[in-house]
Nanobody
Framework: QLQLVESGGGSVQPGGSLRLSCTAS????????IGWFRQAPGKEREGVSC???????TNYADSVKGRFTISRDAKNTVYLEMNSLEPEDTAVYYC??????????????????WGQGTQVTVSS
């Protein structure tokens, strides 16, 4: 059974940095895509970044390009390095998984498995 656990959230001042981790267990297929999503109160859950297991190709939302970097280690963890954080980045951040061979997409409806989220707060 696939399980996802996010960690690394916290409070930071504008311009600061955080590194989120998504640790996964229970993969039953070799090809998967992990996406990072975020949701602020009263707003839709939006895609932030994603990465594929096979090629390591990545995708980013326009709002975070140049500031966020997604990466994966050799085992079961995907990271989201967030730099130059802005108050607008405040949200609960979730990681999610789908199986497949296509490039990853930043569409929440493409993903089947979700973690519980980690809070990121950016304020002065």
């Amino acid at each position: 059974q696939l399980q996802l656990v996010e960690s690394g959230g916290g409070s930071v001042q504008p311009g600061g940095s955080l590194r989120l981790s998504c640790t996964a267990s229970g993969f039953n297929l070799d090809y998967w895509r992990i996406g990072w999503f975020r949701q602020a109160p009263g707003k839709e859950r939006e895609g932030v970044s994603c990465i594929t297991s096979d090629s390591g190709s990545t995708n980013y939302a326009d709002s975070v390009k140049g500031r966020f970097t997604i990466s994966r280690d050799a085992k079961n963890t995907v990271y989201l390095e967030m730099n130059s954080l802005e108050p607008e980045d405040t949200a609960v951040y979730y990681c999610a998984v789908r199986y497949g061979f296509r490039p990853c997409l930043l569409d929440r409806y493409e993903y089947e498995y979700w973690g519980q989220g980690t809070q990121v707060t950016v304020s002065s």
